[in-house]
Protein backbone atom coordinates (compact mmCIF):
# COMPACT_ATOMS: atom_id res chain seq x y z
CA UNK A 1 0.00 0.00 0.00
CA UNK A 2 1.54 3.59 -0.95
CA UNK A 3 1.25 6.12 1.82
CA UNK A 4 1.94 9.93 0.90
CA UNK A 5 2.00 13.04 3.34
CA UNK A 6 0.10 15.16 1.12
CA UNK A 7 -2.26 13.10 -1.65
CA UNK A 8 -4.28 15.14 -4.22
CA UNK A 9 -7.45 13.37 -6.22
CA UNK A 10 -7.23 15.56 -9.65
CA UNK A 11 -4.46 16.89 -11.70
CA UNK A 12 -5.48 19.74 -13.16
CA UNK A 13 -5.09 23.76 -12.10
CA UNK A 14 -6.17 23.05 -8.51
CA UNK A 15 -3.21 20.40 -8.26
CA UNK A 16 -0.81 22.54 -9.47
CA UNK A 17 -1.58 25.30 -7.02
CA UNK A 18 -1.51 23.19 -4.05
CA UNK A 19 2.11 21.54 -5.11
CA UNK A 20 3.39 24.47 -5.93
CA UNK A 21 2.11 25.98 -2.42
CA UNK A 22 3.13 22.69 -0.70
CA UNK A 23 6.67 22.71 -2.02
CA UNK A 24 7.40 26.40 -1.43
CA UNK A 25 7.12 26.19 2.02
CA UNK A 26 8.08 22.72 2.47
CA UNK A 27 11.06 20.31 0.82
CA UNK A 28 10.36 17.62 2.51
CA UNK A 29 6.65 15.63 2.84
CA UNK A 30 5.61 12.81 -0.02
CA UNK A 31 3.17 14.26 -2.64
CA UNK A 32 0.91 12.20 -4.65
CA UNK A 33 -1.66 13.04 -7.28
CA UNK A 34 -4.15 10.66 -8.42
CA UNK A 35 -5.96 11.23 -11.54
CA UNK A 36 -8.49 9.37 -14.05
CA UNK A 37 -6.74 11.06 -16.68
CA UNK A 38 -3.42 9.22 -18.33
CA UNK A 39 -1.80 12.95 -19.29
CA UNK A 40 0.73 15.58 -17.51
CA UNK A 41 -1.44 18.16 -16.58
CA UNK A 42 -2.29 20.11 -19.10
CA UNK A 43 -4.40 23.82 -19.62
CA UNK A 44 -8.23 22.62 -20.37
CA UNK A 45 -9.23 25.56 -21.89
CA UNK A 46 -6.94 25.15 -24.96
CA UNK A 47 -8.34 21.87 -25.98
CA UNK A 48 -9.24 24.00 -29.00
CA UNK A 49 -5.95 23.55 -30.48
CA UNK A 50 -6.25 19.72 -30.55
CA UNK A 51 -9.60 20.52 -33.34
CA UNK A 52 -7.30 23.28 -35.13
CA UNK A 53 -4.21 21.03 -35.54
CA UNK A 54 -2.01 21.02 -32.19
CA UNK A 55 -2.98 17.38 -31.16
CA UNK A 56 -0.01 16.39 -28.99
CA UNK A 57 -1.14 16.39 -24.95
CA UNK A 58 2.60 18.35 -24.02
CA UNK A 59 1.32 20.97 -26.55
CA UNK A 60 -0.84 22.37 -24.31
CA UNK A 61 0.99 21.21 -21.22
CA UNK A 62 0.00 23.66 -18.01
CA UNK A 63 3.38 23.23 -16.80
CA UNK A 64 6.58 21.62 -18.13
CA UNK A 65 7.21 18.08 -18.34
CA UNK A 66 9.23 18.11 -15.74
CA UNK A 67 6.91 19.06 -13.05
CA UNK A 68 6.36 15.74 -11.17
CA UNK A 69 10.04 15.25 -11.10
CA UNK A 70 10.99 18.69 -10.16
CA UNK A 71 8.45 19.38 -7.34
CA UNK A 72 9.07 15.36 -6.19
CA UNK A 73 5.52 14.44 -7.00
CA UNK A 74 4.35 10.48 -7.48
CA UNK A 75 1.67 11.05 -10.97
CA UNK A 76 -0.41 8.21 -10.66
CA UNK A 77 -2.18 8.66 -14.04
CA UNK A 78 -4.63 6.50 -15.82
CA UNK A 79 -6.33 5.93 -12.24
CA UNK A 80 -9.83 6.12 -10.85
CA UNK A 81 -10.46 6.13 -7.06
CA UNK A 82 -13.90 4.66 -6.31
CA UNK A 83 -13.77 5.05 -2.66
CA UNK A 84 -12.98 7.33 0.41
CA UNK A 85 -12.47 6.27 3.59
CA UNK A 86 -11.87 9.72 5.59
CA UNK A 87 -11.70 8.20 9.08
CA UNK A 88 -9.21 5.48 7.83
CA UNK A 89 -7.65 8.09 5.53
CA UNK A 90 -7.35 5.43 2.52
CA UNK A 91 -8.53 5.83 -1.09
CA UNK A 92 -9.22 2.81 -3.31
CA UNK A 93 -8.76 2.88 -6.95
CA UNK A 94 -10.92 0.97 -9.50
CA UNK A 95 -7.63 -1.74 -9.82
CA UNK A 96 -7.96 -2.91 -6.19
CA UNK A 97 -5.23 -0.91 -5.01
CA UNK A 98 -5.17 1.18 -1.86
CA UNK A 99 -3.66 4.63 -0.81
CA UNK A 100 -3.33 6.30 2.44
CA UNK A 101 -2.72 9.80 3.18
CA UNK A 102 -1.86 12.09 5.93
CA UNK A 103 -3.66 15.49 4.18
CA UNK A 104 -6.09 15.14 0.94
CA UNK A 105 -7.24 17.26 -1.12
CA UNK A 106 -10.09 16.89 -3.78
CA UNK A 107 -9.80 18.75 -7.36
CA UNK A 108 -11.94 16.21 -9.04
CA UNK A 109 -13.29 19.37 -11.18
CA UNK A 110 -16.68 19.10 -13.08
CA UNK A 111 -17.72 17.08 -15.83
CA UNK A 112 -20.36 18.26 -18.58
CA UNK A 113 -23.98 18.68 -17.85
CA UNK A 114 -26.06 15.62 -19.83
CA UNK A 115 -29.40 16.89 -20.96
CA UNK A 116 -32.16 14.73 -21.13
CA UNK A 117 -33.01 14.89 -24.91
CA UNK A 118 -34.23 12.45 -26.91
CA UNK A 119 -31.65 10.46 -29.12
CA UNK A 120 -28.84 12.17 -27.41
CA UNK A 121 -27.64 8.58 -27.10
CA UNK A 122 -26.31 8.87 -30.85
CA UNK A 123 -23.26 7.98 -32.92
CA UNK A 124 -22.35 11.61 -33.42
CA UNK A 125 -22.91 13.35 -30.39
CA UNK A 126 -19.93 15.14 -28.85
CA UNK A 127 -18.82 17.16 -25.52
CA UNK A 128 -15.96 19.26 -25.31
CA UNK A 129 -14.31 19.59 -22.04
CA UNK A 130 -11.03 17.42 -21.96
CA UNK A 131 -8.27 16.40 -24.33
CA UNK A 132 -9.77 13.23 -25.26
CA UNK A 133 -12.94 14.70 -25.72
CA UNK A 134 -11.56 17.06 -27.80
CA UNK A 135 -9.25 14.88 -30.02
CA UNK A 136 -12.25 12.37 -30.69
CA UNK A 137 -13.77 15.37 -32.21
CA UNK A 138 -10.84 15.99 -34.08
CA UNK A 139 -10.99 12.38 -35.55
CA UNK A 140 -14.80 12.14 -36.69
CA UNK A 141 -15.09 15.21 -38.67
CA UNK A 142 -14.30 13.47 -42.08
CA UNK A 143 -17.40 13.75 -44.42
CA UNK A 144 -18.65 15.70 -42.49
CA UNK A 145 -20.68 19.01 -43.59
CA UNK A 146 -22.74 20.15 -41.14
CA UNK A 147 -22.27 20.66 -37.21
CA UNK A 148 -24.72 21.74 -34.64
CA UNK A 149 -23.44 23.24 -31.44
CA UNK A 150 -26.11 23.08 -28.46
CA UNK A 151 -24.86 25.75 -26.44
CA UNK A 152 -23.50 29.29 -26.88
CA UNK A 153 -21.38 29.83 -23.48
CA UNK A 154 -17.69 29.69 -23.03
CA UNK A 155 -17.13 25.89 -24.27
CA UNK A 156 -19.89 26.01 -27.03
CA UNK A 157 -18.68 29.68 -28.50
CA UNK A 158 -14.48 27.95 -28.32
CA UNK A 159 -15.42 24.31 -30.21
CA UNK A 160 -17.11 26.76 -32.85
CA UNK A 161 -14.49 29.03 -33.80
CA UNK A 162 -12.41 26.16 -33.46
CA UNK A 163 -14.60 23.77 -35.49
CA UNK A 164 -14.79 26.87 -38.37
CA UNK A 165 -10.85 27.11 -38.29
CA UNK A 166 -10.08 23.43 -38.72
CA UNK A 167 -12.34 22.51 -41.35
CA UNK A 168 -13.32 24.39 -44.57
CA UNK A 169 -16.45 25.21 -45.80
CA UNK A 170 -17.80 23.86 -42.95
CA UNK A 171 -21.40 24.53 -41.91
CA UNK A 172 -21.99 25.60 -38.21
CA UNK A 173 -24.96 26.53 -36.37
CA UNK A 174 -25.38 27.01 -32.69
CA UNK A 175 -28.75 26.76 -31.09
CA UNK A 176 -29.08 28.47 -27.49
CA UNK A 177 -31.85 29.01 -25.05
CA UNK A 178 -31.10 32.51 -23.91
CA UNK A 179 -31.63 35.61 -26.41
CA UNK A 180 -27.96 36.04 -26.82
CA UNK A 181 -24.01 34.18 -27.03
CA UNK A 182 -22.23 33.89 -23.65
CA UNK A 183 -25.56 35.28 -21.92
CA UNK A 184 -24.13 34.53 -18.34
CA UNK A 185 -20.83 36.49 -19.30
CA UNK A 186 -21.75 39.26 -21.35
CA UNK A 187 -24.34 42.22 -22.11
CA UNK A 188 -26.67 42.56 -24.67
CA UNK A 189 -23.91 44.98 -26.54
CA UNK A 190 -20.85 42.73 -26.15
CA UNK A 191 -22.80 39.54 -26.93
CA UNK A 192 -23.65 41.41 -30.38
CA UNK A 193 -20.29 42.38 -30.93
CA UNK A 194 -18.93 38.23 -30.70
CA UNK A 195 -22.00 37.06 -32.45
CA UNK A 196 -21.38 39.47 -35.62
CA UNK A 197 -17.30 37.85 -35.59
CA UNK A 198 -18.87 34.61 -35.59
CA UNK A 199 -21.56 35.42 -38.39
CA UNK A 200 -18.82 36.77 -40.67
CA UNK A 201 -17.10 33.97 -40.64
CA UNK A 202 -20.09 31.56 -41.85
CA UNK A 203 -21.04 30.54 -38.15
CA UNK A 204 -25.31 30.63 -38.05
CA UNK A 205 -27.24 31.06 -34.22
CA UNK A 206 -30.84 30.16 -33.69
CA UNK A 207 -31.07 31.99 -30.44
CA UNK A 208 -33.87 31.65 -27.81
CA UNK A 209 -34.57 28.17 -29.24
CA UNK A 210 -34.77 24.56 -27.37
CA UNK A 211 -33.81 21.67 -28.72
CA UNK A 212 -36.74 19.08 -28.59
CA UNK A 213 -35.11 15.67 -30.08
CA UNK A 214 -31.46 14.64 -31.99
CA UNK A 215 -32.49 13.30 -34.90
CA UNK A 216 -30.54 9.58 -36.10
CA UNK A 217 -30.19 8.09 -39.63
CA UNK A 218 -31.04 4.55 -40.36
CA UNK A 219 -27.47 3.43 -38.72
CA UNK A 220 -27.58 5.15 -36.18
CA UNK A 221 -25.87 8.43 -36.64
CA UNK A 222 -26.99 11.84 -36.22
CA UNK A 223 -28.44 13.75 -38.40
CA UNK A 224 -29.90 16.99 -36.80
CA UNK A 225 -32.07 18.71 -34.13
CA UNK A 226 -35.53 18.93 -34.35
CA UNK A 227 -36.43 22.70 -32.63
CA UNK A 228 -38.88 23.95 -30.11
CA UNK A 229 -40.84 25.72 -33.51
CA UNK A 230 -40.83 22.35 -35.50
CA UNK A 231 -37.12 23.41 -37.45
CA UNK A 232 -35.36 21.08 -38.04
CA UNK A 233 -31.51 22.02 -38.46
CA UNK A 234 -29.19 19.65 -40.48
CA UNK A 235 -25.82 18.23 -38.84
CA UNK A 236 -23.40 14.52 -38.56
CA UNK A 237 -22.09 15.79 -35.57
CA UNK A 238 -23.85 17.58 -32.57
CA UNK A 239 -21.56 18.77 -29.54
CA UNK A 240 -23.65 19.23 -26.38
CA UNK A 241 -22.19 22.58 -24.46
CA UNK A 242 -24.78 23.12 -22.02
CA UNK A 243 -22.46 23.58 -18.87
CA UNK A 244 -20.86 21.57 -16.62
CA UNK A 245 -21.81 19.84 -12.89
CA UNK A 246 -19.34 19.69 -10.46
CA UNK A 247 -18.05 16.28 -9.67
CA UNK A 248 -18.74 15.64 -6.19
CA UNK A 249 -19.48 11.73 -6.06
CA UNK A 250 -16.54 10.83 -4.08
CA UNK A 251 -16.94 13.27 -0.94
CA UNK A 252 -21.08 12.61 -0.86
CA UNK A 253 -20.44 8.89 -0.76
CA UNK A 254 -18.20 9.54 2.62
CA UNK A 255 -20.48 12.22 4.11
CA UNK A 256 -19.00 15.34 3.16
CA UNK A 257 -21.21 18.00 3.24
CA UNK A 258 -22.12 18.84 -0.49
CA UNK A 259 -24.39 21.48 -1.20
CA UNK A 260 -24.54 22.62 -5.12
CA UNK A 261 -20.28 21.98 -4.67
CA UNK A 262 -18.56 20.50 -1.61
CA UNK A 263 -18.60 22.85 1.64
CA UNK A 264 -15.57 24.85 2.44
CA UNK A 265 -14.16 27.29 4.79
CA UNK A 266 -11.62 29.81 4.66
CA UNK A 267 -9.05 27.54 4.09
CA UNK A 268 -10.28 25.06 1.81
CA UNK A 269 -11.13 22.75 4.54
CA UNK A 270 -14.14 20.20 4.36
CA UNK A 271 -16.00 19.34 6.93
CA UNK A 272 -13.79 16.08 7.13
CA UNK A 273 -11.13 16.37 9.28
CA UNK A 274 -7.89 16.57 6.93
CA UNK A 275 -9.27 16.66 3.82
CA UNK A 276 -9.51 19.93 1.37
CA UNK A 277 -10.98 20.45 -1.60
CA UNK A 278 -10.25 23.28 -4.33
CA UNK A 279 -11.53 24.09 -8.16
CA UNK A 280 -14.33 23.66 -9.71
CA UNK A 281 -16.32 21.20 -6.81
CA UNK A 282 -16.21 23.96 -4.71
CA UNK A 283 -18.29 26.69 -2.92
CA UNK A 284 -15.61 29.23 -2.82
CA UNK A 285 -16.27 33.08 -1.27
CA UNK A 286 -17.86 35.28 -4.17
CA UNK A 287 -16.39 39.25 -3.15
CA UNK A 288 -19.09 40.51 -4.66
CA UNK A 289 -21.93 38.76 -3.93
CA UNK A 290 -20.73 38.03 -0.64
CA UNK A 291 -21.57 34.14 -0.33
CA UNK A 292 -19.87 31.11 -1.06
CA UNK A 293 -21.11 29.72 -4.09
CA UNK A 294 -19.58 27.65 -7.53
CA UNK A 295 -17.11 30.01 -9.34
CA UNK A 296 -15.73 27.32 -12.14
CA UNK A 297 -12.72 30.27 -13.35
CA UNK A 298 -9.58 28.98 -14.08
CA UNK A 299 -7.64 31.60 -12.30
CA UNK A 300 -9.75 31.23 -9.21
CA UNK A 301 -9.05 26.91 -9.18
CA UNK A 302 -5.28 28.03 -8.82
CA UNK A 303 -5.90 30.53 -6.15
CA UNK A 304 -8.07 28.23 -3.88
CA UNK A 305 -5.94 25.10 -4.84
CA UNK A 306 -3.17 27.10 -3.36
CA UNK A 307 -4.76 28.18 -0.59
CA UNK A 308 -5.48 24.31 0.31
CA UNK A 309 -1.72 23.81 -0.35
CA UNK A 310 -0.54 26.15 2.47
CA UNK A 311 -2.85 24.56 5.04
CA UNK A 312 -2.01 21.10 4.24
CA UNK A 313 1.35 22.05 4.72
CA UNK A 314 0.96 23.74 8.31
CA UNK A 315 1.07 27.93 7.13
CA UNK A 316 -2.73 28.35 6.56
CA UNK A 317 -3.61 31.43 5.11
CA UNK A 318 -7.34 32.45 4.52
CA UNK A 319 -9.05 32.55 1.18
CA UNK A 320 -10.40 36.21 0.88
CA UNK A 321 -12.41 35.69 -2.11
CA UNK A 322 -12.05 36.03 -5.76
CA UNK A 323 -14.62 37.13 -8.34
CA UNK A 324 -16.30 35.80 -11.53
CA UNK A 325 -13.78 36.95 -14.69
CA UNK A 326 -13.56 35.48 -18.30
CA UNK A 327 -11.48 36.76 -20.57
CA UNK A 328 -11.34 35.32 -24.32
CA UNK A 329 -10.47 35.94 -27.85
CA UNK A 330 -12.74 35.18 -30.51
CA UNK A 331 -11.26 35.59 -34.51
CA UNK A 332 -8.77 37.88 -32.76
CA UNK A 333 -11.39 39.91 -30.98
CA UNK A 334 -10.91 40.45 -27.47
CA UNK A 335 -13.78 40.54 -24.74
CA UNK A 336 -13.71 40.02 -20.66
CA UNK A 337 -16.21 40.61 -17.96
CA UNK A 338 -15.44 40.36 -14.25
CA UNK A 339 -17.56 40.75 -11.64
CA UNK A 340 -21.13 41.02 -11.98
CA UNK A 341 -23.14 41.13 -15.41
CA UNK A 342 -26.48 42.58 -14.69
CA UNK A 343 -27.00 45.70 -12.87
CA UNK A 344 -28.71 45.90 -9.62
CA UNK A 345 -32.05 47.81 -9.65
CA UNK A 346 -30.37 50.78 -7.91
CA UNK A 347 -26.74 50.67 -9.61
CA UNK A 348 -25.28 53.23 -11.57
CA UNK A 349 -24.07 52.48 -15.34
CA UNK A 350 -20.91 53.82 -17.06
CA UNK A 351 -20.81 53.12 -20.31
CA UNK A 352 -18.82 54.19 -23.28
CA UNK A 353 -18.92 52.95 -27.12
CA UNK A 354 -16.25 53.79 -29.61
CA UNK A 355 -16.57 55.85 -32.74
CA UNK A 356 -16.25 52.30 -34.46
CA UNK A 357 -19.07 50.89 -32.14
CA UNK A 358 -16.65 47.87 -31.35
CA UNK A 359 -14.91 49.66 -28.35
CA UNK A 360 -17.17 48.86 -25.65
CA UNK A 361 -16.98 49.00 -21.99
CA UNK A 362 -19.40 48.89 -18.94
CA UNK A 363 -18.95 49.37 -15.63
CA UNK A 364 -21.30 48.87 -12.72
CA UNK A 365 -21.57 50.66 -9.83
CA UNK A 366 -23.36 51.14 -6.65
CA UNK A 367 -22.52 52.95 -3.26
CA UNK A 368 -19.51 54.21 -5.29
CA UNK A 369 -18.61 51.18 -5.48
CA UNK A 370 -17.36 49.43 -9.44
CA UNK A 371 -19.18 45.72 -9.19
CA UNK A 372 -18.52 44.57 -12.42
CA UNK A 373 -17.11 45.54 -15.85
CA UNK A 374 -18.01 44.25 -19.24
CA UNK A 375 -15.18 45.54 -22.22
CA UNK A 376 -15.29 44.41 -25.86
CA UNK A 377 -12.04 45.48 -28.46
CA UNK A 378 -9.78 47.91 -27.29
CA UNK A 379 -11.62 48.72 -24.49
CA UNK A 380 -10.25 45.63 -22.57
CA UNK A 381 -6.75 47.11 -22.31
CA UNK A 382 -6.62 48.40 -18.88
CA UNK A 383 -9.55 46.48 -17.92
CA UNK A 384 -7.20 44.81 -14.70
CA UNK A 385 -6.96 48.11 -12.96
CA UNK A 386 -11.09 48.37 -12.82
CA UNK A 387 -10.93 45.03 -11.90
CA UNK A 388 -8.52 45.94 -9.10
CA UNK A 389 -11.14 48.47 -7.99
CA UNK A 390 -13.83 45.80 -8.06
CA UNK A 391 -11.47 43.07 -5.66
CA UNK A 392 -10.98 45.85 -3.18
CA UNK A 393 -13.96 47.72 -3.63
CA UNK A 394 -12.45 50.58 -3.45
CA UNK A 395 -14.47 54.27 -3.37
CA UNK A 396 -14.63 55.61 -6.73
CA UNK A 397 -16.13 58.74 -5.90
CA UNK A 398 -13.14 61.16 -6.81
CA UNK A 399 -12.92 59.82 -9.87
CA UNK A 400 -16.26 58.92 -11.31
CA UNK A 401 -16.07 60.58 -14.31
CA UNK A 402 -12.99 59.67 -15.40
CA UNK A 403 -13.99 55.80 -14.34
CA UNK A 404 -15.78 55.32 -17.36
CA UNK A 405 -13.56 56.33 -20.25
CA UNK A 406 -11.67 53.22 -22.31
CA UNK A 407 -8.81 55.59 -21.66
CA UNK A 408 -8.85 55.28 -17.64
CA UNK A 409 -5.36 54.65 -15.81
CA UNK A 410 -3.66 55.10 -12.83
CA UNK A 411 -3.35 58.79 -13.57
CA UNK A 412 -6.42 59.40 -12.73
CA UNK A 413 -6.36 57.72 -9.25
CA UNK A 414 -6.30 60.17 -6.56
CA UNK A 415 -2.23 59.87 -5.31
CA UNK A 416 -3.01 58.18 -2.59
CA UNK A 417 -5.04 55.57 -4.24
CA UNK A 418 -2.94 54.98 -7.06
CA UNK A 419 -0.88 51.21 -7.38
CA UNK A 420 1.77 49.90 -9.33
CA UNK A 421 0.43 46.61 -10.19
CA UNK A 422 -2.95 45.67 -11.18
CA UNK A 423 -5.30 42.89 -10.71
CA UNK A 424 -5.63 43.20 -7.20
CA UNK A 425 -1.98 41.89 -6.06
CA UNK A 426 -1.69 44.77 -4.39
CA UNK A 427 -4.19 46.56 -2.11
CA UNK A 428 -5.39 50.31 -3.18
Known amino acids: MNKFDYLIIGNSVAAVGAVE ?9 SIGIISDEPYHVYSRPMISDCVTGNAAPEGISYRPLDFYTKNNVTAMLGELVTELDTAGKVVTLKNGNTV ?27 FFTT ?16 IVVIGAGLIGMQASEALSKAVDGIEITVVEMCDRPLALNLDAHAAGLIQSKFEEHGIAFRLSSRVNQIQKDANGRVSGVLLGDGTIVEGQIVIVATGVAPRTELAKSCGIKVNRGVEVDQYMQTSAPDVYAAGDIVEAYDLILKQNRLIPIWPNAYLEGRTAGLAMAGKPVPFKGEIAMNAAHFFGFPVT ?10 AEELIETGADS ?32 IKNQTDVKDFMDKLGSCSFNNA ?6 RVTKQLGREKL
Do not use: F
Open 412 to 417: HLPSEQ
Open 337 to 346: SAGLTEAPAD
Open 21 to 29: AIRGIRDNG
Open 100 to 126: EYGKLLLSTGARPVKPPIPGIDADGIH
Open 358 to 389: ECYRRIIIKDNKALGIISAGEAVDRSGLVVSL
Open 131 to 146: YDEATRLANDLGGVRQ
